[in-house]
């Protein structure tokens, strides 16, 4: 076969171009790039012309969209990369600052480009300004001082931190200030930040951090270290009874530990007493915090102490407070959790099962859902689950649940966690009747707490429970059952709707989400029902982007037309209107259709322009013959502002035309005569017209006739 086609092309002649000379140059040419042609520049008009050319493109690009600093930027950097202009490109920036002078990566990029310029100088006066006009933006004092120790202007970056706390700042700023000295061993500097520090920000974290540095670099000075923390505890402690712990008991710990570290053992349990004595306290410790302190006492004790100072520094002592606090307030189940944890960890079962009978066996009064009774609750919760995973007894854990129902006013207020919770007994521990045992105690929770209305948790978890099953048809029956509770009770239904609706999209059900937002709308007219379907807008909006993703626009005018009749606002017409310039046109859709991408960029073409202004054209006229005018000319306006976007210079004038004069007029009311602004509409002032001559003209007639 070859030797064929080498005679053949031996007898082509040197002209002729043979099939293996065309497959050779496709060959060797498959691998070769498209190069871009090269502008070259041979004078200095050519670079003036090629100069204009580029930045008269930067300058249109940012006529159409001033806020798109990128674009500013781009420009500023080409005139300084190419042409080395850098009092242009400073106009630039300063261009763009008069735009939006908030602008912080902005204001970043524009000292930036400065700096690495070397331009230092222009550098400092952009940071002095932005600092001056933004002193509440940390990014920039950042900036700032990092900038100045890069040069090693030391004492620069102190005037700059100082003034910076002058606008008292977040820890951040003196953290960074603390850090700066630091890095050069300027100890008394930071001595000296730490005390304006803890006077600024008088929290734990705040003393913490000076602690740590002192126990960092002055490990050796032990009379600075304890000064350090003797100020932090004198700081800290009267103001105990004002805040929360303010993190003083962790202080106070590692206080003991340096003292231990020190060989100072005695010293630190002594610190330990004198807090937790009473007595020789002169400030009233809140228990929350004393029950802090005994627990880092407590581990001080397991390491330096004896076997009974550790027995009666922690159980006993905060066994007989919790039981002493319960004589007083039966009803502090917090202070019953408390002692049933420490029962758990040092007692007998028979104990623990008795502080839990005497806990829940005092139920609050309350009449309703109190945080009182959620803690109640929670007590039996651990109860039952303590009897079912720490003793093994399914039969007592089973009855708890059941009583636990019992004890609950499920007419005033219900716990859905109650009901999850022993749904969830059940199927763990009723073999194969667990799903219909729970499925059971799900619908007993609707039908006894739906008397005040549907609660939703029950409705969530029981619906994500039969989804996990593949159970749709129930799943159905929960949300149709929820909306009908849901309307009994006039709660809000548009939330649940949303869910039924979302639920049926995912399994592509899209004529049941029809049917639904249909069934939603007509009950959201009903008077006995409009009351749950309030904002009637919400629903509304909901349909509509609906129908959108669906491309069923005709369902949506139908829409606005029912909700025109209902209640023909000037807001909904103008809605409307605007509705029209988002449907896309036949062709758009076409192109869409044949096309592979998988995203859809309207355009707006005439088609849509003037659907759009026939609806403002038949809203115009409806407020017209309403004589609307206010309605009328909120419509004129929108009108207006929509044909200055997508109009022509004909389009607006032809507008402009129909928007009112404002004039002073005067009426009678009561026989007080009062001035008032009224709106004349040239088109009806031309209407008028004709009627008023002719009107004229028969008077003139009638004056005649009479002098006849």
């Known amino acids: 076969m070859d030797t064929q086609m080498d005679k053949q ?43 204009q050319t580029k930045r008269k493109e930067y300058e249109q690009q940012l006529n159409k969209n001033r806020l798109n600093f990128g674009q500013w930027l781009r420009y500023a950097r080409w005139e300084i990369e190419h042409n080395h202009d850098y009092p242009r490109a400073r ?38 300004r ?159 915090f004393r029950d802090s302190i005994y627990k880092h006492f407590s581990t001080f004790e397991k390491t330096y102490g004896s076997k009974g100072s550790i027995q009666s520094s922690v159980t006993l002592k905060r066994k007989a407070k919790y039981e002493s606090d319960l004589k007083d307030d039966p ?3 917090d202070t019953w959790w408390a002692l049933i944890t420490i029962l758990q960890n040092h007692s007998k079962e028979s104990d623990v099962a008795k502080a839990f009978k005497s806990s829940i066996s005092h139920a609050p009064n309350d009449r309703t859902k109190t945080i009182r009774w959620r803690r109640y609750i929670m007590l039996w919760v651990r109860y039952a689950l303590w009897e079912e995973l720490t003793n093994n007894d399914i039969d007592s854990a089973r009855i708890i649940w059941s009583n636990c129902l019992k004890k609950i006013p499920h007419k005033l207020f219900s716990f859905g966690k109650v009901w999850k919770g022993y749904a969830e007994f059940e199927l763990r521990n009723s073999g194969d009747e667990g799903l219909s045992k729970a499925r059971k105690i799900l619908g007993r929770s609707i039908g006894q707490t739906g008397g005040n209305g549907p609660k939703s948790s029950i409705f969530k978890y029981y619906i994500a429970f039969e989804k996990r099953l593949g159970e749709w048809d129930r799943v159905r ?28 999209q995912s399994l592509e059900e899209y004529d049941r989400c029809e049917a639904i937002l249909q069934l939603a709308l007509s009950l959201s007219r009903d008077e006995t029902t409009s009351k749950s379907f309030e904002p009637v807008d919400e629903l509304f909006e909901t349909c509509v982007e609906f129908y959108r993703d669906e491309m069923k626009y005709d369902h949506i005018r139908d829409m606005y037309r029912d909700l025109l009749e209902q209640s023909p606002s000037s807001s909904d017409w103008i809605s409307f209107a605007l509705f029209e310039s988002t449907i896309p046109s036949k062709s758009q859709l076409e192109a869409y259709l044949n096309s592979e991408s998988e995203e859809f960029e309207l355009t707006i073409d005439q088609v849509q322009i003037e659907s759009t202004r026939k609806i403002f054209e038949e809203a115009e006229d409806y407020f017209k013959n309403k004589d609307a005018k206010q309605e009328r000319l909120e419509v004129l306006d929108a009108w207006k502002e929509y044909e200055e976007v997508h109009g022509t210079s004909e389009s607006i004038e032809k507008v402009m035309k129909k928007l009112p004069t404002v004039v002073k007029k005067r009426r009678n009311i009561g ?34 006739k009479t002098q006849d």
Request: hydrophobic share 40%; with cysteine.
């Open 9 to 51: 092309e031996a007898q082509a002649t040197p002209a002729q171009i043979t099939s293996k000379q065309i497959l050779q140059e496709a060959f060797t040419s498959k691998d070769s790039r498209f190069n871009r042609p090269q502008q070259t520049i041979q004078d200095l008009g050519e670079l003036r012309s090629y100069q």
């Open 91 to 128: 106009s630039i920036m300063e261009r763009a600052l008069d735009v939006n002078v908030q602008h912080i990566p902005f204001w970043i990029q524009y000292i930036q480009m400065e700096l690495a310029g070397k331009n230092i100088n222009h550098a400092r006066n952009l940071l002095e």
């Open 477 to 504: 029956s929960l949300f149709e059952k929820w909306i009908e509770l849901a309307l009994l009770s006039g709660t809000r239904v548009l939330p649940i709707i949303a869910q039924y609706v979302e639920f049926e």
């Open 671 to 704: 026989g007080i005569e009062e001035e008032y602004m009224d709106y004349v509409f040239p088109q009806d002032e031309i209407a008028k017209a004709p009627a008023t001559f002719n009107k004229f003209l028969e008077n003139a007639r009638k004056w005649a």
């Open 331 to 333: 009803q502090d189940y």
């Open 130 to 288: 932005a600092i001056t006009i933004l002193p509440r933006v940390s990014k920039l004092w950042f900036l700032y001082v990092q900038t100045e120790e890069t040069l090693k202007n030391y004492q620069m970056v102190r005037s700059v931190f100082e003034k910076w706390l002058t606008w008292h700042p977040e820890s951040n700023a003196w953290d960074a200030y603390i850090g700066f000295e630091t890095r050069y061993e300027e100890e008394n500097n930071v001595v000296e930040i730490f005390t304006r520090y803890v006077q600024e920000f008088p929290a734990g974290e705040t003393w913490n951090k000076w602690i740590e540095y002192a126990l960092e670099n002055s490990p050796e000075q032990i009379s600075t270290v304890r000064a350090v923390f003797e100020a932090a505890v004198d700081e800290l402690l009267p103001r105990i009874t004002e805040m929360d712990d303010l993190g003083l008991s962790d202080i106070i710990a590692k206080w003991a530990d340096w003292e231990v570290s020190c060989e100072e053992i005695e010293r630190a349990r002594q610190i330990y007493d004198i807090l937790l004595d009473k007595a020789e306290s002169k400030v009233a410790i809140p228990s929350s």
